[in-house]
Nanobody, 126 residues
Framework: QVQLVESGGGLVQAGDSLRLSCAASGRSFSRYAMGWFRQAPGKSREIVVAIGWSVGNTYYIDSVKGRFTISRDNAKNTVSLQMNRLKPEDTAVYYC???????????????????WGQGTQVTVSS
Protein backbone atom coordinates (compact mmCIF):
# COMPACT_ATOMS: atom_id res chain seq x y z
CA GLN A 1 0.00 0.00 0.00
CA VAL A 2 1.25 3.45 -0.93
CA GLN A 3 -0.04 6.74 0.35
CA LEU A 4 0.56 9.90 -1.65
CA VAL A 5 0.36 13.39 -0.24
CA GLU A 6 0.58 16.42 -2.52
CA SER A 7 1.59 19.90 -1.48
CA GLY A 8 2.54 23.18 -3.05
CA GLY A 9 -0.64 24.33 -4.73
CA GLY A 10 -1.94 27.85 -4.46
CA LEU A 11 -3.19 31.00 -6.14
CA VAL A 12 -0.76 32.72 -8.48
CA GLN A 13 -0.83 35.16 -11.34
CA ALA A 14 -0.22 34.28 -14.96
CA GLY A 15 3.48 33.99 -15.63
CA ASP A 16 4.33 32.93 -12.08
CA SER A 17 5.79 29.62 -10.98
CA LEU A 18 4.73 26.92 -8.55
CA ARG A 19 6.38 23.73 -7.41
CA LEU A 20 4.19 20.80 -6.49
CA SER A 21 5.55 17.97 -4.40
CA CYS A 22 4.24 14.48 -3.80
CA ALA A 23 5.49 12.49 -0.85
CA ALA A 24 5.02 8.73 -1.00
CA SER A 25 4.92 6.34 1.89
CA GLY A 26 5.71 2.67 1.60
CA ARG A 27 8.54 0.66 0.16
CA SER A 28 10.08 0.22 -3.26
CA PHE A 29 9.27 3.74 -4.43
CA SER A 30 11.89 3.41 -7.14
CA ARG A 31 9.76 0.68 -8.78
CA TYR A 32 6.79 2.98 -9.22
CA ALA A 33 6.03 4.92 -12.34
CA MET A 34 4.68 8.29 -11.29
CA GLY A 35 2.40 10.78 -12.89
CA TRP A 36 0.72 14.12 -12.36
CA PHE A 37 -2.85 14.51 -13.53
CA ARG A 38 -5.16 17.49 -13.38
CA GLN A 39 -8.86 18.10 -13.51
CA ALA A 40 -10.36 21.47 -14.25
CA PRO A 41 -13.98 22.31 -13.41
CA GLY A 42 -16.32 20.73 -15.91
CA LYS A 43 -13.54 18.84 -17.64
CA SER A 44 -12.23 15.30 -17.57
CA ARG A 45 -9.09 14.39 -15.74
CA GLU A 46 -6.04 14.50 -17.95
CA ILE A 47 -2.47 13.42 -17.58
CA VAL A 48 0.00 16.28 -17.46
CA VAL A 49 3.35 14.59 -17.04
CA ALA A 50 4.70 11.14 -16.28
CA ILE A 51 8.03 9.69 -15.23
CA GLY A 52 9.33 6.16 -15.22
CA TRP A 53 11.94 4.60 -13.00
CA SER A 54 14.71 6.62 -14.55
CA VAL A 55 14.65 10.38 -14.38
CA GLY A 56 15.21 10.67 -18.11
CA ASN A 57 12.13 8.66 -18.98
CA THR A 58 9.46 11.33 -19.07
CA TYR A 59 6.33 12.32 -20.92
CA TYR A 60 4.69 15.74 -21.17
CA ILE A 61 1.52 16.81 -22.83
CA ASP A 62 2.12 19.40 -25.52
CA SER A 63 0.53 22.27 -23.63
CA VAL A 64 3.10 22.10 -20.82
CA LYS A 65 6.25 21.21 -22.73
CA GLY A 66 8.97 23.73 -22.02
CA ARG A 67 7.11 25.08 -18.99
CA PHE A 68 6.72 22.10 -16.63
CA THR A 69 9.40 19.74 -15.38
CA ILE A 70 8.86 16.53 -13.48
CA SER A 71 11.55 15.07 -11.27
CA ARG A 72 11.85 12.33 -8.71
CA ASP A 73 14.09 11.67 -5.73
CA ASN A 74 13.98 7.98 -4.91
CA ALA A 75 16.04 8.47 -1.76
CA LYS A 76 13.36 10.78 -0.38
CA ASN A 77 10.34 9.04 -1.93
CA THR A 78 9.23 12.21 -3.60
CA VAL A 79 8.22 13.38 -7.03
CA SER A 80 7.99 17.04 -7.90
CA LEU A 81 6.45 19.14 -10.61
CA GLN A 82 8.04 22.47 -11.34
CA MET A 83 5.55 24.67 -13.17
CA ASN A 84 6.82 27.83 -14.80
CA ARG A 85 5.12 30.49 -16.89
CA LEU A 86 1.75 29.40 -15.60
CA LYS A 87 -1.34 30.22 -17.59
CA PRO A 88 -4.98 30.55 -16.54
CA GLU A 89 -5.74 27.36 -18.44
CA ASP A 90 -3.44 25.50 -16.04
CA THR A 91 -6.00 26.09 -13.30
CA ALA A 92 -7.10 22.71 -11.95
CA VAL A 93 -6.82 20.28 -9.11
CA TYR A 94 -3.54 18.44 -9.56
CA TYR A 95 -3.21 14.82 -8.51
CA CYS A 96 -0.15 12.70 -7.98
CA UNK A 97 -0.45 9.05 -8.97
CA UNK A 98 1.71 5.94 -8.64
CA UNK A 99 1.82 2.71 -10.59
CA UNK A 100 3.79 -0.32 -9.48
CA UNK A 101 5.60 -1.54 -12.56
CA UNK A 102 7.96 -4.33 -13.51
CA UNK A 103 9.88 -2.25 -16.01
CA UNK A 104 10.89 1.32 -16.72
CA UNK A 105 7.77 2.06 -18.72
CA UNK A 106 5.70 5.20 -18.61
CA UNK A 107 2.05 5.10 -17.71
CA UNK A 108 -0.07 7.65 -19.55
CA UNK A 109 -3.62 6.64 -18.68
CA UNK A 110 -5.34 7.08 -15.35
CA UNK A 111 -6.55 3.49 -15.27
CA UNK A 112 -2.93 2.30 -15.28
CA UNK A 113 -2.27 3.91 -11.91
CA UNK A 114 -2.80 2.12 -8.62
CA UNK A 115 -2.60 4.90 -6.05
CA TRP A 116 -3.73 8.51 -5.99
CA GLY A 117 -3.20 11.50 -3.78
CA GLN A 118 -5.96 13.73 -2.52
CA GLY A 119 -5.15 16.54 -4.92
CA THR A 120 -3.94 20.10 -4.57
CA GLN A 121 -5.60 23.15 -6.08
CA VAL A 122 -3.69 25.32 -8.52
CA THR A 123 -5.38 28.56 -9.53
CA VAL A 124 -3.81 30.91 -12.05
CA SER A 125 -5.36 34.33 -12.39
CA SER A 126 -5.05 36.40 -15.54
Amino acid sequence: QVQLVESGGGLVQAGDSLRLSCAASGRSFSRYAMGWFRQAPGKSREIVVAIGWSVGNTYYIDSVKGRFTISRDNAKNTVSLQMNRLKPEDTAVYYCAAALTSSDRLRRSGYEYDYWGQGTQVTVSS
